[in-house]
């Protein structure tokens, strides 16, 4: 990535289906970056986020290859 690449969240839930999704956007050449904030806040010695809230971030220009197989694996993950 470079400076000028836009990351884009595209998907937030618990961190096992958080990288199921990522895990299959890495299988066709997508990195994903994962933003924890309950992880990230415990580490460091005080609370932030929720540990249901775990987010994940593709750059911008990977959001057309990406958004079938992200609506998929909503479609297949609903609640």
Do not use: C, H, W
Not at 4 to 13: A, E, H, R, S
Not at 16 to 43: C, H, M, P, Q, Y
Not at 66 to 75: K, L, N, Q, S, V
């Amino acid at each position: 990535m470079t400076g000028t690449d836009k990351l884009i969240n595209v998907f937030t839930g618990s961190v096992v289906t958080v990288n199921l999704l990522k895990d299959e956007l890495e299988s066709i050449g997508i990195v994903g970056i994962i933003r924890d904030d309950f992880n990230s806040g415990a580490v460091a010695g005080f609370p932030g986020g929720l540990p249901s809230a775990i987010d994940l971030y593709i750059q911008e220009l990977d959001l057309e290859q990406a958004a079938p197989i992200i609506d998929e694996f909503i479609r297949q993950n609903r609640d």
